[in-house]
């Protein structure tokens, strides 16, 4: 009986422990420019490890105290580095893409880009044709992918408040905020 208590006392630790790892760990990856894979099995290996390494300490009525500790040094470890990639990640350029940019073409016929989602970008390329991709923004520089992640546009932009404009060695294209 005593043991089925330790066996379950140990697997809600450890299941406590990874998890909680594993999402504080995504989240700090979904900063880096790695797949999703590669981002899912580094995450799994190190709350792996890190749930191995504090679960025992925890179990343990002598050691204890120095599993809270390294438990909640790791923890504060990974807030502080998430906090301070969000940040590093916001204070680029201190603009955003949101809304819907379009071109203002002479002949009638604009372009629309629609960022409807913190990942997704509708584009909307006359006479309605419409396409749904994912896109990267860091800094000064756009990456546009299809579907199966490959890379279809790297543009380099310049953003400001109202308006942003692809540069293409001597060629630009002015999109201006719609809403």
Do not use: C, H
Request: net charge negative; hydrophobic share 45%; proline share 2%.
């Amino acid at each position: 009986m005593e043991k089925t208590k330790i066996t379950k006392f140990f697997t809600i630790i450890f299941t406590s422990v990874f998890t909680g790892s594993f999402f504080v760990l995504r989240a700090i990856l979904d900063v880096v420019d790695w797949s999703n894979l590669q981002s899912l099995i580094l995450a799994s290996v190190v709350s792996g490890i890190v749930a191995v390494v504090i679960t025992p300490l925890l179990t343990d009525t002598n050691n204890r105290k120095w599993g809270i500790l390294l438990t909640s040094l790791y923890f504060i470890f990974l807030v502080v580095v998430l906090l301070f990639s969000k940040i590093d990640n916001l204070s680029n350029t201190g603009l955003s893409l949101e809304g819907v940019w379009e071109t203002k073409e002479s002949d009638g016929e604009n372009f629309k880009l629609d960022f409807f989602k913190q990942d997704s970008l509708r584009l909307i390329m006359p006479p309605d044709q419409e396409r749904i991709v994912s896109y990267k923004w860091k800094g000064e520089d756009l990456q546009i992918y299809d579907e199966e992640g490959v890379l279809l546009f790297n543009w380099n932009i310049k953003i400001d408040t109202n308006k942003f404009m692809i540069l293409q060695g001597d060629d630009r294209l002015i999109f201006y905020k719609k809403y």
